[in-house]
T-cell receptor, first 111, second 115 residues
Framework: GENVEQHPSTLSVQEGDSAVIKCTYSDSASNYFPWYKQELGKGPQLIIDIRSNVGEKKDQRIAVTLNKTAKHFSLHITETQPEDSAVYFCAALGGSYIPTFGRGTSLIVHP | NAGVTQTPKFRVLKTGQSMTLLCAQDMNHEYMYWYRQDPGMGLRLIHYSVGEGTTAKGEVPDGYNVSRLKKQNFLLGLESAAPSQTSVYFC??????????????FGPGTRLTVL
């Protein structure tokens, strides 16, 4: 089955800095890669996603890149703000429509 | 449009007691999922359903049962609760298979403590 590794488990940055979270996957059949943000006491919420036919996608301060050959994808957050502090999860999904999640990254943005 | 709702939000059980967690979605999604979230372990899939009347085991199904009698509802049951089932439980639903809306929508979670 699919295996998704996510790094780092904790990331601490100063407000205004950039943050990068990386994930690798094992199943070459995976073709959809969402990223979720989970705020304290809430359920995860989709913030951006990318499909295997695209190498990069951007939405304001958030971007995701995908390298199919190397089987890794990354979340980039620029100009971080305190409200970006949360746990971020990556996931990989193929034809079974059952996502495999990474273990999460706790992002802390210091004012 | 309430999205995905979960009942109850909190519950404390004694070892051996039983309970049912209810998940409801009003988005006409085919797929529904139950996850548990433990510190450092991410989201682990317990059971899932690909449509009304269907259920399937996920990564950690032992000690849990599920039912999907109606498309909008997905129930998670604990027949004899154990302290190892202390966790936060999340329900999710999705349209997977319809390319423009391939995402999971999560409920707010149920925090369960088993003493």
């Amino acid at each position: 089955g699919e295996n998704v590794e996510q790094h780092p488990s904790t990331l601490s940055v100063q407000e205004g800095d950039s943050a990068v979270i990386k994930c690798t996957y094992s199943d070459s059949a995976s073709n959809y890669f969402p990223w979720y943000k989970q705020e304290l006491g809430k359920g995860p919420q989709l913030i951006i996603d990318i499909r295997s036919n695209v190498g990069e996608k951007k939405d304001q301060r958030i971007a995701v890149t995908l390298n199919k050959t190397a089987k890794h994808f990354s979340l980039h957050i620029t100009e971080t703000q305190p409200e970006d502090s949360a746990v971020y999860f990556c996931a990989a999904l193929g034809g079974s429509y059952i996502p495999t999640f990474g273990r999460g990254t706790s992002l802390i943005v210091h004012p | 449009n309430a999205g995905v709702t979960q009942t109850p939000k909190f519950r404390v059980l004694k070892t051996g007691q039983s309970m049912t967690l209810l998940c409801a979605q009003d988005m006409n999604h085919e797929y529904m999922y139950w996850y548990r979230q433990d510190p450092g372990m991410g989201l682990r899939l317990i059971h899932y359903s690909v449509g009304e009347g269907t259920t399937a085991k996920g990564e950690v199904p032992d000690g849990y049962n599920v039912s999907r009698l109606k498309k909008q509802n997905f129930l998670l049951g604990l027949e004899s609760a154990a302290p190892s089932q202390t966790s936060v439980y999340f329900c999710a639903s999705s349209y997977f298979g319809r390319s423009s809306t391939d995402t999971q929508y999560f409920g707010p979670g149920t925090r369960l403590t088993v003493l």
